[in-house]
DNA sequence: GAGAGTCATTCAATATATTGAATATTGTTC
DNA sequence: GAACAATATTCAATATATTGAATGACTCTC
């Protein structure tokens, strides 16, 4: 999810603590300063009392740290345990990562393998940074809006979403130099034609963003990897050869990951 | 909490749910591999239906992802999101991460900074690598018991514990070369005379430890910082020099940090 | 290709987590 | 330093999440 606001969240599940714990975690990341209970509580619509004991369930499982003197809760160490966990297990992450360092040498720029999530938004998985580039810097676990830049283009391209599940998403989009609806469908079947999506200053103006999908079996792409290059770093010749590059990587990718 | 198999846990709490929750992504975790409803609800000793109602909860805060073919479950991407934060407010991982790359280029080995978790484990919250030493491979968000090695030492030196308490805790760990209770009471004592505290091949032969405590306010120490060097790296004159570095850096973060 | 066994899933009854008012605690203002 | 305001916390009543038996879907075996 991503609301925030949990109305529905809450009500429909059969778990409403979990989508309120869940709640109070995002809440504190996003926050990064540590929070009191009501000031918790009311950010999220909820009562406080049932605020603390959630918050005392997530300090039992050090998921949440609490300053006694200050009463405050933040974001605590166990939830670093978890994510090293599941890099340790993705079997794309661990495919992507020499792939992205090599393309971010050979071109000089830095690359993304990010996972697709719906038409939500998009989470980046790994990340490397070729030495020579400036720090473009974004760091894994990352999110973005699923339908920006180059990445957006290439979900819309192969996800089979029909316009009306798209235009409203697009709608409300933030991009430095938006283009028209128009427009980003003439781009997007482009990307379908070539395999291969960009993004040429839209999203940053100035910054050239290519990505490619990569399919793990289900019709849908399920990841994609993307490179992203300071306008110049990607003029004339480069940006064709980068393009073959990372539409090969691609789908070399997609082959190991269905086999 | 640690214990996995959540007896009271669950009991106690009046959020028992997310206890669930939190046991069903740490045994994901730990797995890696993707689980049915039922394997994960007898590993947790959980009824089937509870434990379904869980995972729909966390498979809708995209903490666990469902595939509908084979139904089963594993962790999701969301967790690195929550790990992220995590990392960018974290003023000790901001204050250390350059301290660390300082230590580990100057004497050649890889450091470590860790978050104390109060007698039952310790996290690696930050590490750096030279770029000659092996890769003694240890990952952010790696979990350690808490009395092992030199950081063990470290704690049960400035934590003021009773033997009551950390003598149980000593007896169930492992080590290459265990020391006997009194030998390791010795290093201890030695430990808080000199502030630092070292592991020479007990925890794993050939590889010297040094860990010193970090302070933010409270009585007991918070994190540690932690250099790790094969056994020749850290002999004559090498080891005492290191111990003044560490010490000195791990003094002026808990100033930093308490400031 | 039928049957047994396992698995995921649903459903109504009950044990229980959630609620909001009341209390205790903390910090702040004059 | 006292009184206030705001906060954290407790507690019993109720709305509801949890339970386990029953159903439906699936896979493997013969």
Redesign the pocket.
Known sequence: MATDDLPET??A??????A?AAAVLRLLGKRGTA????????ELD????????????LVIEELVA?D??????ALDAGVLTLARHWLRRDKFHDLAQPVLDRLSGEYGLTTLAVKLMGLGHIIVVAMSQSSQSFQLSTQVGSRFPALVSATGRCIAAFGNYSDAELRPRFDVLRWDEPPSWEEWRRQVDQAREEGIAIDAGHYIAGVTVAAAPVWTKSARPSHALVAIGIGSALRGEALPRLKHALRDSARSLSDQLSG
Do not use: H, N
Request: net charge positive.
């Open positions: 809450v009500r599940s059969k778990a409403p603590a979990i309120r929070m009191g209970v009501q000031a918790i509580a009311r909820m009562v406080p009392s049932t605020c603390l004991y959630v918050l005392r369930a609490f006694p003197d200050t009463k405050r809760y």
